[in-house]
């Protein structure tokens, strides 16, 4: 994406845009910040549902009790957890795995909250997703948090060690020093109080070390009566393994027939040949294989998933083979992968963006094709009654000059942070949808809807359920 001081269309384009694709929005924007996320997180599941969503719906409620128990709580929380997740199935999906100091996703657990605390919640459940690599250059990204203006490297790392690596790889040693461009570490009085707060210890790798960071602060000054409970990508794909290890599963029928592997990425080919073009790239087949430094891309040949960079790396294509590489920490799972799971098969609202919105509701489309050429009718139709199974819930409110530790210390604590962004109208707390207009994408987008290249009765967005 480009710099955000690149604009190819206005905020008002946005708006229109976002309204075209869901209007149920679009009486939110005048309101309070705190109504639309009230509306994010009031969801009720189907009241019948298929054999094939109550049992994806098991295997997230399994995955989610040992997530809680390995984050520290008991097993009363971890049932808690799971029994909440179930009468009320929505989680956040927008920030990736970023430290929640960092502005794109401290706002967004701020949206969070605002809803989690209108439903009486207690679990805020997050997947960061933790495929994505270091942005040095930019001095951007997991890696890097600006504190009083100066961008400060969290682990201190050169270049050699940021430029195209994957913070998942298990790589390490990683530990938080917060140094500038000298190499200075803590080098200001609100660095050095941060930095005492972050775990001291060493991690296996930078995801870890995020995630383990992320828990503590929570705890300091997030908690309040909402526990935080972070899914990591091999988390995932430890609950596509339980998938796949069990004939049950819907999953495990479709891959095990071996005519369906190719569907997918044909159908995916066959989406970026027309007006949808760029909301779901290819870059590899249903798995990122992990490396010792960076996930490389897998493409599906010959009923066997292989690396094109490195012939030697080969999975068969079935759900034993799968299963087992999962289990070994060899394959982390695809976008699509990753919603089907935790989302689309057991009828769970994500909220995320800012391209969400879209390829979402076209992921959901890719699982339609699938569930038909499979022909359970009874899945096919609990997708096509989802109720808002994807909303607008990450950068929904933003700041564009904020920095979340300073706001933290000044404010006096979340709570006055939430009582003020809370009473903001949606219109406003959005700010200037800067990334969003910075992206070629929406602007694309937005000439399509006025053109009728796309439109809110397409196929593709049949299944989007807005």
Not at 27 to 47: E, G, M, V
Request: one cysteine or more.
């Amino acid at each position: 994406m480009p710099a955000t001081s690149t604009r190819y269309c206005s905020p008002d384009d946005i708006r229109r845009a976002l309204t075209s694709l869901m209007p149920s929005i679009d009486r939110y924007w005048d309101t309070p910040l705190k109504n639309y996320a009230a509306a994010a997180y009031d969801l009720r599941p189907q009241t019948t549902q298929s054999p094939a969503r109550n049992h994806a719906m098991r295997l997230v409620q399994a995955m989610v009790e040992r997530a809680v128990q390995m984050a520290g709580f008991g097993p009363d929380d971890a049932k808690s957890a799971s029994v909440e997740l179930t009468a009320s199935p929505v989680l956040q999906t927008g920030p990736h795995c970023l430290l929640l100091f960092e502005p794109d996703a401290f706002y967004t657990h701020l949206f969070s909250l605002l809803g989690l605390q209108s439903s009486g919640r207690r679990w805020h459940v997050t997947y960061a997703g933790s495929t994505m690599s270091f942005k040095e250059a930019a001095k951007k990204g997991p890696g890097w948090l600006r504190l009083e203006g100066e961008a400060l490297n969290l682990f201190g790392l050169p270049r050699s060690r940021m430029d195209g690596r994957s913070i998942c790889c298990l790589n390490g040693s990683y530990r938080f020093a917060l140094s500038n461009s000298a190499g200075v570490e803590a080098p200001t009085d609100a660095a050095k109080r941060l930095l005492a707060e972050l775990p001291p210890t060493l991690f296996p790798s930078a995801a870890e070390a995020i995630k383990s960071a992320n828990a503590k602060l929570w705890n300091s000054h997030f908690a309040s009566s909402v526990n935080l409970l972070q899914l990591d990508d091999f988390e995932v794909a430890g609950l596509i393994g339980d998938h796949l290890e069990d004939p049950n599963s819907w999953l495990y029928k479709f891959f095990i027939a071996e005519r369906h592997a190719a569907l997918l990425p044909d159908a995916m080919e066959r989406l970026n040949a027309g007006p949808w073009r760029g909301w779901l790239r290819r870059t590899t087949d249903y798995f990122w294989y992990v490396g010792p430094e960076r996930v490389l891309p897998l493409v599906l040949d010959g009923g066997c998933l292989r690396s094109p960079a490195s012939p030697d790396i080969m999975v068969k294509f079935s759900p034993h083979n799968i299963a087992r590489a999962v289990r070994d920490r060899k394959l982390l799972p695809t976008l699509f992968l990753a919603f089907l799971v935790l989302s689309i098969l057991p009828g769970t609202r994500a909220l995320g963006g800012c391209r969400q919105p879209v390829y979402l509701p076209l992921l959901r489309y890719l699982t339609a094709l699938c569930v038909e050429r499979s022909g359970d009718s009874d899945l096919l139709s609990d997708l096509l009654q989802d109720d808002h199974p994807g909303m607008w819930g990450h950068r929904v409110l933003r700041q564009a000059d904020g920095e979340p530790f300073h706001d933290v210390e000044a404010s006096g604590g979340i709570s006055t942070l939430l009582e003020n962004y809370g009473v903001l109208p949606l219109y406003e707390a959005s700010g200037d949808l800067a990334s969003f207009t910075a992206d070629i994408l929406w602007a694309e987008m937005s000439n399509h809807l006025v053109s009728g290249a796309i439109k809110f009765s397409s196929s593709e967005w049949k299944w989007s359920g807005v």
